[in-house]
């Protein structure tokens, strides 16, 4: 069974930096074609993807947040870890977890999202 | 960026009626697109992926369809569980980018 699960404050200062850790379980994160990355919602809004690293090390991002946007893959604890630099209001969002096979975009596995707030 | 515009924005059905949501493209993705159903305080779920293969545990009265730039996910006849937030996806260019949803109340 996979289950991926996110970890990270649920409150965050602006300007101060955002770290969630994703850990998943059910494939390791070297298994050929997988993926791990983020997407995060507002309140009462859609879906907006962040980033996602694959088993090669191939990473994918947004533009819009690529010069705030970090993920890490760590394969020895099976761990991915986003890092959102200069936070505001605005990335108040829940942020989830997600993976998929085939080397693709598409996001067959979900973490229950872990809630994220900006304030001061 | 590739843009997804879906319509409408929201619908009011009963159930046992069918419904038919829509989901246009920017620029053409081929069939790299998915669907995902999202229901109050849960996690999206993967319906469809490919345009038209159903994702493990999709019940078989979800069709998507369409290539291109033009897609649709058809539901057959509404079970009350059905009622939630539907969400494409396409992930043939980065970035991978969603539509603004389509809703589905009763």
């Known amino acids: 069974q996979i289950t991926l699960k996110e970890s990270g404050p649920t409150l965050v200062r602006p300007t101060q930096t955002l770290t969630l850790t994703c850990s998943v379980s059910?494939?390791?994160?070297?298994?050929?074609?997988?993926?791990v990355g983020w997407v995060r919602q507002p309140p009462g809004k859609a879906l907006e993807w962040l980033v996602s690293?694959?088993?090669?090390?191939?990473?994918r991002d947004s533009p819009s947040l690529r010069s705030r946007v970090t993920i890490t893959k760590e394969t020895s604890k099976n761990q991915v870890v986003l890092t959102m630099t200069n936070m505001d209001p605005v990335d108040t969002a829940t942020y989830y977890c997600?993976?998929?096979?085939?080397?693709?975009?598409?996001?067959?596995?979900w973490g229950q999202g872990t809630p994220v707030t900006v304030s001061s | 960026e590739i843009v997804l515009t879906q319509s409408p924005g929201t619908l009011s059905l009963s159930p046992g009626e069918g419904v038919t949501l829509s989901c246009r493209a920017s620029q053409r993705v081929s069939t790299n697109l998915a669907w995902y159903q999202q229901k109050p305080g849960q996690a999206p779920r993967l319906l469809i992926h490919?345009?038209?293969i159903g994702a493990t545990g999709t019940p078989d009265r979800f069709n998507g369809s369409g290539s291109g730039a033009d897609f649709s996910l058809t539901i057959s006849r509404l079970e009350p569980e059905d009622f939630a937030v539907y969400y494409c996806?396409?992930?043939?260019?980065?970035?991978?980018?969603f539509g603004q949803g389509t809703k589905l109340e009763i």
């Open positions: 690293v694959y088993w090669n090390d191939d990473k």
């Open positions: 996806q396409q992930y043939g260019t980065s970035p991978y980018t």
């Open positions: 059910g494939f390791s994160l070297s298994t050929t074609g997988m993926g």
């Open positions: 490919g345009a038209s």
């Open positions: 997600v993976g998929g096979g085939n080397y693709q975009g598409k996001f067959e596995f």
